[in-house]
């Protein structure tokens, strides 16, 4: 793996390069870099562009070309469709197995449910990636780069859809060996089949997401091991393109909100950088505005946002304040707990680019309960999309935002639906269930006192004449 020792980095000629996110430092480095902070403050990294040396889509519809050009693998994929606005890859070495082929549903079903003017509310679903949610964006992103600079091993901590995707590439590709760290008990049967079924080594420790952090930064390091969790600024790169997907299928018409849950914060992270770059290059007027959702059980973005006022300060944010709440959540023993185990995460890695983001997209951050969190998945099926626990996030955040007059009965909304619904099918069946004790098993210990939007199943004899009564009555 290409790595590169000195501790103070150089002038840069390159157009494209990584650069400090912490304002006062501003350190660059190469792209052949392979670095997951600033070697000089310890700062997280961006993907930077001189974009006056690139070439540049003059308007986003001129992208739509690319379509033409499906049969090569470059344009085939969701996100290197969008090669020109993420240009850190040469075009001849990207990694791609097909990821972003994504819908943009409008969804009147669900809107009814938000409050929202039929027409209005938008599902972008990225459960129909490969492996069942938005980490494919940014994978093939990271895993590009990590090819790009040799590496041999790629490692990640996870509550499981980041693993799912990571030993997928691995697999489908054979360039590399995936290394995946979990918690305790703390992942899905759904997504740790995928990484088991792929061939990843997993390594289960004793603690939450947040410990499985630590050591996985801790391991590569000492191990020289691939990083690709979404503290990787190259991850970051290919989740933008989530957004170019939705202006591509709004026929380029920026919304007047993106909904996104928020666990490690990359998402937000991402869509925020991504306006940022097209406002600075013309390609867009206005930028949306952003909610971010967090689930209620593991809300230390709201805590920092709403109640300590944490801001992005014009790149100064007081991220004493933070370490402060994290020193609280130490002698607390507080560990986050929700059932939207993706955004079961206390101490978001990217905490200090969603800061921006919300800056950048004049955001607001919510917070809503499992109960809501479910009862909003339970709509989406019935609107006939599926989606994992966390994904729901969006909509009960929409809704609250609708109730709270934030957002308008006329604004256009699009809600980031982030995983598909077999993520997760134990919640699902535990919801829906006639068995009051499994409802209790999975669900009751969080909170969650009721399944409103149930389908329940209907017991009936072995009869056919029972079994048509039974029909014409419920139907």
């Known amino acids: 793996m290409t790595t590169i020792a000195e501790s103070r980095p150089v002038a840069l000629k390159e157009a ?41 889509p003059k308007r986003l519809v001129d992208l739509e070309g690319m379509w033409s050009k499906r049969h090569e693998p470059l344009r085939f994929s969701g996100v290197w469709r969008f090669h020109e606005l993420l240009p850190f890859a040469p075009a001849n070495r990207v990694i791609t197995v097909g990821e972003g082929q994504t819908l943009l549903q409008q969804a009147d079903f669900v809107s009814r449910y938000v409050g929202l003017r039929p027409g209005q509310l938008y599902l972008q679903y990225e459960g129909m990636n490969p492996s069942g949610s938005f980490k494919d964006n940014g994978m093939c992103a990271a895993f590009t780069h990590a090819h790009m600079v040799g590496a041999k091993r790629a490692a990640c901590a996870s509550t499981g859809n980041t693993s799912a995707s990571l030993a997928m590439y691995c697999a489908v590709t054979q ?33 939450d997401f947040d410990d499985a952090m630590a050591r ?49 914060l990359g998402n937000s992270s991402a869509f925020g950088k991504a306006f940022m770059e097209l406002k600075e290059l013309g390609l867009i007027s206005r930028v949306p505005r952003l909610a971010v959702i967090n689930a209620a059980g593991a809300d230390t973005l709201d805590v920092l946002f709403n109640q300590r006022n944490l801001r992005w300060n014009r790149g100064r944010p007081r991220m004493e304040t ?55 998945k339970a709509q989406v099926g019935a609107g006939g999309i599926g989606c994992e626990p966390a994904s729901a996030a969006s909509v009960a955040g929409a809704k609250l935002l ?11 909304v699009v809600c ?60």
């Open 216 to 264: 996985v930064q801790e391991i590569s390091k000492e191990l020289g091991i691939y990083l690709v969790n979404s503290v990787n600024p190259f991850r970051l790169e290919g989740q933008k393109t989530v957004m170019f997907r939705v202006l591509e299928a709004l026929r380029w018409e920026v919304p007047d909100w993106i909904v996104v849950p928020g666990g490690n």
């Open 402 to 412: 609708r109730q709270q007059g934030v957002i308008g009965y006329e604004d256009r």
């Open 416 to 475: 980031i639906l982030t995983g598909h619904q077999l993520k997760d099918p134990t919640a699902t069946v535990a919801y829906h269930t006639t068995d009051q004790d499994k409802f209790e098993e999975v669900l009751g210990s969080r909170g969650v006192t009721r399944a409103s939007y149930a389908n329940r199943a209907i017991a009936v004899p072995n009869n056919v004449e029972a079994i048509i009564k039974a029909i014409q009555l419920y139907s």
């Open 322 to 376: 933070a370490c402060w709440y994290y020193d609280e959540l130490d002698r607390n023993k507080t560990k986050a707990d929700t059932i939207a185990s993706a955004i079961e995460i206390n101490r978001p890695v990217n905490l200090k680019k969603c800061l921006r983001a919300l800056d950048v997209c004049d955001g607001v951050v919510r917070k809503v309960s499992d109960q809501e969190i479910l009862d909003a």
């Open 16 to 56: 494209v390069y990584q650069r400090c996110l912490n304002i006062d430092c501003g350190a660059t480095y190469g792209v052949s870099e392979v670095r997951v902070k600033c070697g000089v403050c310890g700062d997280l990294l961006d993907v930077a562009y001189d974009w006056s040396r690139l070439p540049t």
């Open 175 to 207: 360039l590399m060996k995936a290394i995946i760290f979990i918690g305790t008990g703390k992942i899905s049967y759904g997504k740790l089949s995928q990484a088991l079924e792929y061939g990843a080594l997993t390594v289960q420790i004793a603690g």
